[in-house]
């Protein structure tokens, strides 16, 4: 990795939980500036997008204009069940998703909500696979997740997205 990743959270509808878990990874605890990651306050700083929460009609154009003001190449990662597929939302009126039906998705991090240890490994495990030596193929956009082959807490990037129990 050549340079610190800075990281724009960007927050869909949802409970808060997965909110106050990505927040967490900041505190000193979990601290992920030991990374050289930052949170950022604005999409134009960021290399990576961090969305959870599921996006609704109003929230996937305000998500559309985040994603294009982040400079390219940058990253997107699904953090939460409801990131990941919709989750309980799925199904409602609004429901505007999930994620990777409105922008490129470069991993997903699943859990209602996932620990800051998951994410945090999560984040990990796509610098290595991005910067490392592994390389992982574009994003497959055809790929469905289905939510009911999801593990709670499991790691998953698109380097391999398996998500069977
Ligand atoms: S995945 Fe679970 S914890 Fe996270 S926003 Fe959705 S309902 Fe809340």
Same mark, same amino acid.
């Given at each position: 990795?050549?340079?610190?990743?800075?990281?724009?959270?960007?927050?869909?509808?949802?409970?808060?939980?997965?909110?106050?878990? $990505?927040?967490?990874?900041?505190?000193?605890?979990?601290? *992920?500036?030991?990374?050289?990651?930052?949170?950022?306050?604005?999409?134009?700083?960021?290399?990576?997008?961090? %969305?959870?929460?599921?996006?609704?009609?109003?929230?996937?154009?305000?998500? *559309?204009?985040?994603?294009?003001?982040?400079?390219?190449?940058?990253?997107? %990662?699904?953090?939460?069940?409801?990131?990941?597929?919709?989750?309980?939302?799925?199904?409602?009126?609004?429901?505007?998703?999930?994620?990777?039906?409105?922008?490129? *998705?470069?991993?997903?991090?699943?859990?209602?909500?996932?620990?800051?240890?998951?994410?945090?490994?999560?984040?990990?495990?796509?610098?290595?696979?991005?910067?490392?030596?592994?390389? $992982?193929?574009?994003?497959?956009?055809?790929?469905? $997740?289905?939510?009911?082959?999801?593990?709670?807490?499991? $790691?998953?990037?698109?380097?391999?997205?398996?998500?069977?129990?």
């Amino acid at each position: 990795m050549k340079k610190s990743l800075w990281l724009f959270h960007f927050g869909g509808a949802s409970c808060n939980n997965c909110d106050i878990e $990505i927040l967490a990874c900041l505190n000193p605890r979990f601290d *992920v500036e030991r990374f050289g990651m930052l949170l950022v306050g604005s999409p134009r700083h960021a290399d990576v997008i961090l %969305v959870n929460g599921s996006i609704n009609k109003k929230g996937k154009e305000r998500l *559309v204009e985040v994603y294009h003001q982040a400079a390219k190449p940058c990253l997107v %990662v699904a953090i939460g069940a409801c990131g990941c597929t919709g989750g309980i939302f799925a199904e409602g009126d609004t429901f505007a998703g999930p994620v990777d039906n409105i922008i490129p *998705v470069d991993a997903y991090i699943p859990g209602c909500p996932p620990k800051p240890e998951a994410i945090l490994a999560g984040l990990a495990k796509l610098v290595e696979a991005k910067f490392g030596k592994k390389k $992982i193929p574009s994003p497959d956009h055809t790929k469905k $997740i289905d939510e009911n082959e999801i593990v709670e807490n499991e $790691i998953v990037t698109n380097e391999k997205v398996t998500l069977k129990k």
